[in-house]
């Protein structure tokens, strides 16, 4: 399953060509939600062309920074790839060499990793250069330690990459997603 | 100079494919030329005498790839033990367990004493995860070897070395030998004759299969270095749970299949691991399967020797 994204807003020349106009902005979650309303509302007391046009520019703006907001939100990391957690879970196959979801193996248990301090786990015997990283499990340092853990953490247990940036940003949506 | 020539073919005979039955393979020596063959179908050698390799048994492992491990390594008990013709000894190279624990190598030998030979084993990354690990398996497996777990030993005319190689892992987790370790090897090998068949084993391939896998020992060609002057030598090798051959000089080198899980071919996966197979294929993968051997009389070992 990909990360949700925002609803494509109707490019402002087709909202144009049929003539139909936005309505006034009174909720932003309305914005988004009907970008473009599909049915043209009759006003005896139509605004000026001048009113419409500042009205249009506001919308759009509006939407553009709500898009760029929740897009931040999802893919704020260093690839900037959105996952897909289905093809996450088929490449954890390999990652059970040494790990597990829910027990500890060569490598730490990996349920709830998302978010966690690293060499967090009380139960598991981590390297000291692990233990020294400070690191937390996000997006970015999932990414980078996925890249090449012996460059985030040299001397760490860990020597499995992966080369492909989607590879891991799908791994990554799987363990935020479906290894909480 | 000497010039060895036995049962019609030249003592450099090369391993030109390999015979798998269940999983594990017999390697027979007849005039100091490994060679393998069927297990539960051929005879052993009539001069010579034969030994089984088994690799990766991962006791411990336990997940879809193979949901118990010790199923299998069972299986290639039974197939070695109702052999018609008893191996002299077998060897293990490496990943006896899956995590290093106490249980998991315990429950490994259980099986693997099933077969009533003398065993020869060579560490895996999963039987030395660290310094901890390290002292507890040199405890269990380490009489009589180095202090890094390194040991040689004679059969047959044959002289057989184990390698540690999994301690010092380098770059993507290549396996390395070290200085230390190279160095006795050098000395182990200086009073051999070059007319002595050498047997290398370890657990990481000696030979660069796919470093950017980690598939290949940093420093291996130091060690190969020192072999170059014999007439025959065999390496033997686990960790990438599949079959590759290759014949470099008087080198053959194999790799084995694992009695666990097996792994994807190098490229065609984002990344080495166990590899799910389909429900009931799993045998299959580990080695139901058969290639044919033939012996190769076309690389002639020519050894020269003073006239002292």
């Known amino acids: 399953m990909r990360l949700s994204r925002l609803p494509e807003p109707l490019p402002r020349d087709a909202c144009r060509e049929t003539g139909v106009l936005s309505p006034p902005p009174s909720r932003g979650r309305d914005l988004l939600a009907r970008p473009c309303a599909r049915t043209r509302v009759e006003d005896p007391h139509e605004r000026s062309d001048a009113s419409l046009r500042r009205r249009e520019k506001y919308v759009a703006a509006v939407m553009l920074a709500a898009a760029i907001s929740a897009a931040l939100a999802q893919t704020a990391w260093a690839g900037g790839l959105t996952g897909d957690a289905s093809h996450g879970e088929a490449l954890y196959e390999a990652c059970q060499d040494c790990h597990s979801l829910d027990k500890n193996d060569v490598g730490p248990r990996h349920r709830g990793v998302f978010g966690r301090k690293a060499a967090s786990l009380p139960d598991y015997d981590y390297s000291d250069a692990l233990k020294s990283a400070n690191i937390t499990w996000n997006e970015e340092t999932l990414d980078k330690w996925l890249t090449d853990p012996q460059v985030v953490a040299p001397g760490a247990k860990m020597f499995f990459h992966l080369d492909n940036p989607q590879d891991r940003a799908d791994v990554i949506a799987y363990l935020k997603e479906r290894a909480k | ?308």
């Open chain 2, 1 to 308: 100079m000497t010039h060895d020539h036995e049962g019609g073919f030249d003592r450099r005979q090369t391993l030109k494919c390999m015979l798998w039955a269940g999983t594990g393979v017999v390697w027979t020596v007849a005039g100091g030329v490994p060679a393998s063959r069927l297990i539960g179908s051929a005879k052993a050698a009539e001069s010579g005498f034969s030994f089984v390799q088994i690799s990766d048994s991962h006791i411990g492992f336990a997940k879809p790839a193979n949901p118990d491990a010790r199923v299998t390594l069972n299986a290639a008990i039974d197939k070695i033990a109702a052999m018609s013709g008893k191996p002299a000894f077998m060897i293990h190279t490496g990943d006896i367990s899956h995590a290093a624990k106490a249980n998991e190598f315990d429950d490994a030998q259980q099986m693997i004493g099933r077969a009533k030979l003398d065993v020869h084993y060579a560490p895996g990354e999963h039987d030395i995860l660290d310094p901890k690990t390290r002292d507890v398996y040199l405890e269990r497996f380490g009489k009589g070897a180095t202090g890094g777990g390194w040991y040689s030993f004679d059969q047959g005319g044959v002289h057989f070395v184990s390698l540690n190689n999994v301690v010092d892992l380098k770059k993507n987790g290549l396996g390395s030998l070290g200085a230390e370790q190279l160095e006795w090897l050098e000395d182990d090998l200086k009073a051999k004759s070059t007319s002595t068949p050498i047997v290398i084993f370890s657990h990481i391939p000696l030979w660069m299969i796919a470093p950017e896998w980690g598939w290949g020992t940093e420093d291996s060609a130091q060690a190969l270095a020192y072999l170059s002057r014999f007439g025959s030598v065999t390496v033997l090798n686990g960790h990438i749970h599949q079959l590759m051959q290759k014949v470099e000089g008087n080198v053959t080198f194999h790799t084995a299949r694992s009695t666990a899980f097996p792994q994807p071919a190098p490229g065609t996966a984002p990344a080495p691991g166990p590899k799910l197979v389909p429900a009931g294929e799993l045998r299959k993968w580990l080695g139901v399967r058969e290639v044919v051997y033939a012996p190769t009389p076309t690389n002639l070992a020519v050894t020269d020797s003073d006239l002292s």
